[in-house]
């Protein structure tokens, strides 16, 4: 079953909420298992601390440790259809034992430079842990955190250089900024599930997560017929 790990290294990317928002999207039709390998363990708190809890196809799996995350992997992978990891923001061999075990790695990252930079180093370290084990290991870059207004002239210039670059793949969904991501971890529960009279343009949150995920299960299905992502 498909492993989709989310990783970068810098603080403040996107990456806790891209990943929660997926699984919570996939889990409308299948079971997921969100591992959360987040020392902060951020995924695992909404689950379990929060007043609203996860749908009932959500397992949250806390991982403590990089001794134990290769046996979560194949243990989530063998009962549940999706298997999301949310990954630490540093460079460790738990991170490299996720990716190596990725069937897809999902870039998070604002249009700033210093997450440009960030991903590059997220991107060399996937490369490098692909040739180690002589195998391809996918992966894409997605904006996030992003206006739905116009960019600024040094977005664009940052979004084009990814966009434009031959050998870096990027999603065409942009996970734009919206009142009803940051409110799931005030409240709990699925982005679909929120109140639309306390949560500001709901509609368009629900129809920007479904256009990720349906774009990201086009990619997982692209890869396991040996097609070229688009």
Not at 72 to 98: Q, T
């Amino acid at each position: 079953m498909p492993v989709i790990a989310f990783a970068n290294s810098k603080g403040g990317s996107g990456k806790t909420t891209s990943a929660l928002l997926l699984g919570c999207e996939l889990a409308e039709g299948a079971a997921v298992t969100l591992i959360d390998a987040d020392p902060r363990h951020p995924i695992n708190r909404w689950a379990t601390e929060l007043r609203h809890k996860p749908q009932a196809r959500v397992t949250v799996v806390p991982n403590d440790s990089e001794r134990r995350i290769l046996d979560e992997i194949e243990e989530a992978a063998a009962r549940d259809p999706f298997v999301i990891i949310d990954l630490e923001g540093v460079a460790s061999r738990r991170v490299s034992y996720a990716i190596s075990q990725a069937d897809l790695v999902i870039i998070p990252m604002q249009e700033e430079q210093q997450d440009a930079l960030a991903a590059l180093d997220v991107i060399e370290e996937i490369h490098n842990d692909a040739r180690a084990l002589r195998r391809t290991i996918p992966y894409a870059v997605l904006f996030t955190q992003t206006k739905a207004a116009v960019k600024s002239r040094t977005q664009r210039h940052i979004v084009q250089q990814f966009r434009s670059h031959p050998q870096i793949d990027t999603f065409r969904t942009e996970i734009v900024r919206r009142d009803a991501y940051s409110a799931l971890f005030t409240t709990g529960g699925s982005h679909r599930h929120l109140n639309p009279e306390a949560v500001n343009n709901l509609d368009k949150a629900i129809a920007n997560v479904h256009a990720f995920a349906s774009e990201v299960v086009g990619k997982l299905e692209a890869l396991s017929e040996g097609r070229e992502v688009a």
